[in-house]
């Protein structure tokens, strides 16, 4: 039986993915980033993408949500496909498509309000709901996002004034309180310390269940312990993807091979 | 190297302490020195009206009467016509600036507001006297009437009766939006230009247009150097006085209409210095004088106390 629909990670998972990426060409300017990128991403799933500084990561992540566009001089050619539709094609409406596709930055950026007006910021910006929903909605996120516990009696606070950490997982929470299909995640640990990041691993455990997760990562221990597929960069070049388990024990790539060996990057 | 220079590196971190604590305490001084000095060189007028002054609208130097009533009320509503004109444009202007300009456009319209902010206030008062109180008189405050006069809007109408002749309390407080206009409009734009691309980035992730974004996050995030451009530019409206003598009218007179001549303490301080001959009447004119530094030293005192406020209510950036 030769399925040529076969999706890029195999069949270890759902075999229509929620993100399909073919021909994927970026540039800043002149000056040209990623170079026919390839890559399925799996529904309900953590997708690791690592690679050394520089290779195009985050950049790749960003076309995702077509934030780059808020740069003038920044460019894509390719396909990005989500759940089969083209996001560039005219149909698709940006803002919905940024509330479907939510990202996690690497610094939290909690915005200069509440804790709770945080959560409730994207939520009032899509749908019109009564006060009292609105509230059982922050809840919900808070709790999605492993905060609740700690915030129920802050929720008046300056989102500011919460540890990294938690404002890492107030930006989870803002995130996931509009109901997005997948969480853009890069490098959300990098500026928290590891107690912190424990828990926020924990979280993208427990979050795939709900949402399709990709998440951009230097940690080599951490892309092998939380991701189901990885994919490496290497200067703007998809060099290796599959499952996480075959590129840490048999990496078919020998720059892969180096990378993850702690050889370079 | 000699003794001093010995002695010298040796307590060097004494003796810098020491001096900024000088250069610190210098300013205190100055600030303790010039009220007592007004209240000095007034405490004939003070004596003689005590705080009755403030609202006695009383101004006869023949008869050797003083209040500062018409005065205060000139300054605040001029300051207040300013303030309602060139803050709400500012803030669009230094939006426009940093979040929907082309690079090209913005730099350029940048550098022509930093030039109009440094414009001295004296072109502002003679451009104000020759070129726009005429235009006030023959163009702009004929329709002002025709449209929101008494006839059409009762009540506030009142502000836009009597003759239009160009100069008084409304040329005032335009001229004075004017200038502070280019101040206010730059700095807000270095406000907004710090709030980090990546927290705005985060907004536009969640799906807000530019509009969400700003007014929700950019403003928010930038309210305290907002607050703190505009009480600058309150502080040099209130204080403003070239400009805005040339064009007030220079009346003490208390009108409910802004086309009548009126006066601000600024502005009566310009003018009758050279006239107070008698004692009284100048130490009224310093007691004036000390009004106004109270007003300004409160507001400033007010603009901190509320953004120590907005602080802790949101943690603002910046
Ligand atoms: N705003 C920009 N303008 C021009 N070039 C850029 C810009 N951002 C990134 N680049 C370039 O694009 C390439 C990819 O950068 P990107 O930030 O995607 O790398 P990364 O893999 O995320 O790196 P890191 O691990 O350091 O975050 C680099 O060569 C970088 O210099
Ligand atoms: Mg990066």
Known sequence: MSDVKLPLYGEMADPTPKISVRGLDFFYGDHQALFSNDIDIAPNRVTAVIGPSGCGKSTHLRVYNRIFELYREQRVKGAVLLNGENIFAPTVKLLDLRRRVGMIFQKPTPFPMSVFENVAYGIRLHYAVSKSELDGRVEEALKGAALWEEVRDLLNRPGTALSGGQQQR??????????????????????????????????????????????????MQQAARISDFTAFFFKGYIIEFGATKQIFTNPHNKKTEEYITGRFG | MTR??????????????WFTILCAGTVLLIMAGMFINLAWNARLAIGEFGLGFLWSDAWDPALNEYGAFSSIYGTLVSTLIAMAIAVPMSVVIALFLVELAHPTVSKVVGSAIELLAAIPSIIYGMWGLFVFAPIMAETVQPFLQETLGLEKVPGLGRLFTGAPMGIGMLTAGLILALMILPFISAVMRDVFAMVPPVVKESAYGMGSTTWEVTHKVTLRYGIQGIIGACFLGLGRALGETMAVTFVIGNAHRISPSLYDAGNSIASTLANEFAEASEPIYLHSLIYLGLVLLVMTFFIQLAAQWWVARLKKSMGAGL
């Open chain 2, 4 to 17: 001093f220079h010995e002695y010298l590196s040796e307590h060097f971190e004494t003796i810098f302490r």
């Open chain 1, 170 to 219: 107030l930006c989870i929470a803002r995130a996931i309180a509009v109901e997005p299909e997948v969480l853009l995640m890069d490098e959300p640990t990098s500026a928290i310390d590891p107690i912190a990041t424990a828990k926020i691993e924990e979280l993208v455990e427990g979050l795939k269940g709900k949402y399709t997760i990709v998440i951009v990562t230097h940690n």
